[in-house]
């Protein structure tokens, strides 16, 4: 009797293993360390768009990761200028280049942008019952801020989809209300 049941123990000691190896969690997107604002020099922090200048000895979260990538991925819609002296900052970072806001371009949080691997790719962004396509072309850095690079602006959350005006039209936003936004996006 005793070797009759070898088999059955085998098969669920197997099972078992076999369960505990596919379950993997993902492990939450939590800061990785703290940036300390500066105040920025003056005529410095362009705040076109609404954009926030940091603040002098104010903590700031940064963040490596992102929330995980799915079908319905939440995010938070911001305004962004991809011009050359747009409150973008830089060229972006996929092509060195700047783009016009009557382009539907986009930058990332650092956890998505993930080391350029979506460098113009498209997404597709849902909000305000529409949906729009846009190229990811650059980066809202969620590591670093505060500085000369970063246009003395804050990090970005990890949570952020940064939009060029073209994917506010496109949501049919009215312009009063471009800013902020809850959207999802995907692949």
Known sequence: MRNQNVPFLIFILFSVVVTLSLKVEAKPCVPSGKVKGKKPPKDQCNRAHDSDCCEQGKSYDV???SPKVSARTKAVLTLNGFEKDGDGGGPSECDGKFHSDNTPVVALSTGWFNNMKRCFQNITIHGNGKSVKAMVVDEC????????????????TNNIVDASEAVWRALGVPKKQWGLMKIHWSE
């Not at 500085?147 to 003395?152: A, F, I, K, S, V």
């Open 63 to 65: 963040y490596k990761c």
């Open 141 to 156: 850095d969620s590591t670093q801020g505060c500085d000369r690079d970063h246009d003395y602006q804050p990090p970005c």
